[in-house]
């Protein structure tokens, strides 16, 4: 069975880091490319930071310098490590893996970023 499990949000006042990961089961972890979305109340859900099965990565202008995407395909996992955070990174963050035309989303972790 897919499924996909973030976790490592939470409450952080602004500046502060934090390191969210998403655990993948049920797919070929390796073949897919990893992405992780946010969403805000009333809001789109837009790219964050995306890491391709060969390792390429992509970021949000927003989050350029602050946040770096990575992964682990011995363990299944992408992590985000998000430094330097602001109120405006308030969201709900969500993983996303891709294989071609399959896509699979996480149940979401909140992170609120206070000032």
């Known amino acids: 069975q897919v499924q996909l499990v973030e976790s490592g949000g939470g409450w952080v006042q602004a500046g502060g880091s934090l390191r969210l990961s998403c655990t993948a089961t049920?797919?070929?972890?390796?073949?897919?490319?990893m992405t992780w979305y946010r969403q805000a109340p009333g809001n789109q859900r837009d790219l964050v930071a995306q890491?391709?099965?060969?390792?390429?990565?992509n970021y949000a202008d927003s989050v350029k310098g602050r946040f770096t995407i990575s992964r682990d395909n011995a363990m299944n996992r992408v992590y985000l490590q998000m430094n330097s955070l602001k109120p405006e990174d308030t969201a709900s963050y969500y993983c996303?893996?891709?294989?071609?035309?399959?896509?699979?989303w996480g149940q979401g972790t909140q992170v609120t970023v206070s000032s």
């Open positions: 996303n893996a891709r294989s071609g035309p399959l896509s699979r």
């Open positions: 049920g797919i070929i972890f390796r073949a897919n490319t």
């Open positions: 890491i391709t099965d060969s390792g390429r990565t």
